[in-house]
C-alpha cells in the first residue's frame, strides 16, 4: 500500500490531499479545514473497475436497446396481424357478395332458357 500526500496552502486556508493506492485502486482524498468544510471529498479510480463498470453500463445500454426494439417488433407485427385480420374479413365479405350476385345470375339464365 502507497501513500503519498498534497498540501496546498493558500494565505488563510488549508487544503490537503492524499493518494492511497491498495493493489489496481487508487482513491485521492481531499480533505478541507473544519471551519470551511466539515465533510471531505473522496475521489475512487480503479482501472479495472473503471473497465467493467463501462462494460457493465455498456451491457445495460445494449439489453434495454434490445427490450425497446424487442417491443416495436412485437408492436409491428400486432399492427400487421391486425391489418392481415382486416383484409381477410374483407376479402371475406366480397367473396360472400360474389357468390350470392353468381348465385340470382345463374338462377336468371336458368329461368330465362326455360
Excluded at 26 to 35: D, E, F, M, N
Excluded at 52 to 68: D, G
Amino acid at each position: 500500500m502507497q501513500n503519498s500526500s498534497i498540501n496546498t496552502s493558500k494565505p488563510n486556508s488549508t487544503v490537503t490531499g492524499q493518494y492511497t493506492t491498495t493493489g489496481d485502486m487508487t482513491i485521492y482524498q481531499i480533505r478541507a479545514p473544519a471551519t470551511a468544510l466539515s465533510q471531505g471529498v473522496v475521489m475512487a479510480a480503479s482501472l479495472g473497475s473503471l473497465h467493467t463498470e463501462e462494460a457493465t453500463c455498456k451491457r445495460e445500454l445494449r439489453l434495454m436497446k434490445n427490450r425497446e426494439a424487442a417491443q416495436e417488433r412485437r408492436r409491428k407485427k400486432k399492427e400487421y396481424v391486425k391489418c392481415l385480420e382486416n383484409r381477410v374479413a374483407v376479402l371475406e365479405n366480397q367473396n360472400k357478395t360474389l357468390i350470392e350476385e353468381l348465385k340470382a345470375l345463374k338462377d336468371l339464365y336458368c329461368h330465362k332458357a326455360e
